[in-house]
């Protein structure tokens, strides 16, 4: 089976502090993706990377950077985190094969920015 | 950006009975992949079911089915036989040439014993 383990189930910060959210693969799958999930929204993608040291913005990538130094790894980066941030994060990850393939995903991450 | 909606917010079943989750989209394209993806309560989130839009039967797995109407740009999820596990949010979700999911806003579904 597909793991997807993000470092965080709940994690509070505080305003103005660089946040980083983490997320690791075990299935060798180039896909992986970050995802923000807010009631009445649904998901939003914020980033996706494709490979290594690729990445691609999604919908909503303002006030977000990530990182993809290494396959199986993905990290999300709030530069200066503020309030409105304040959510839960989902990562992703599927293969690269012809035609949409299901995505895994991890547990999510809830933030809360103070 | 292609839209998915669902107008469902919330809904309910009672245990054993049969429930029709609604989801339609907006595309342009021929080609392009559906799913839904089930997240209970706290746990993850996973898939339920895809549909592949140059097929023209509806998908199935075990108690889960799908109407797929193409040329309506529609696709609903139906359960079977509704089981207390079955209750979580429902999203449905829209893959085109675009490479990314683009999901609907979610159903709540809860199953009254």
């Known amino acids: 089976d597909v793991k997807v383990t993000q470092s965080s189930r709940y994690l509070v910060k505080r305003t103005g502090e660089k946040v980083f959210l983490e997320c690791v693969q075990d299935?060798?799958?180039?896909?992986m993706f970050w995802y923000r999930q807010d009631p009445g929204l649904g998901l939003r993608l914020i980033y996706f990377?494709?490979?290594?040291?690729?990445?691609e913005k999604g919908d909503i990538p303002e006030g977000y950077s990530v990182s993809r130094e290494k396959k199986e790894r993905f990290s999300l980066i709030l530069e200066s985190a503020s309030t409105n941030q304040t959510s839960m994060y989902l990562c992703?990850?599927?293969?690269?094969?012809?035609?949409?393939?299901?995505?895994?995903f991890g547990d999510g991450t809830r933030l809360s920015i103070l | 950006a292609q839209t998915v909606t669902q107008s469902q917010p919330e809904m309910s079943v009672q245990e054993a009975e049969t429930v029709t989750l609604s989801c339609t989209y907006d595309?342009?394209?021929?080609?392009?992949?559906l799913f839904w993806y089930k997240q209970p309560p706290s746990r993850q989130m996973i898939l339920v079911i895809r549909?592949?839009?140059?097929?023209?039967q509806n998908a199935t797995e075990n108690r889960f089915s799908v109407n797929f109407q193409k040329a309506a740009k529609s696709f609903s999820l139906k359960i079977s036989d509704s089981q207390l596990g079955d209750a979580a949010m429902y999203f449905c979700?829209?893959?085109?040439?675009?490479?990314?999911?683009?999901f609907g806003t979610g159903t709540s579904l809860t199953v009254i014993p």
């Open positions: 990377s494709y490979d290594v040291k690729m990445k």
């Open positions: 299935m060798d799958h180039e896909n």
């Open positions: 549909q592949e839009a140059y097929k023209q």
């Open positions: 979700a829209y893959w085109g040439t675009g490479n990314q999911f683009y």
């Open positions: 992703a990850s599927s293969t690269l094969r012809q035609g949409a393939q299901p995505q895994h």
């Open positions: 595309t342009s394209e021929s080609d392009y992949y």
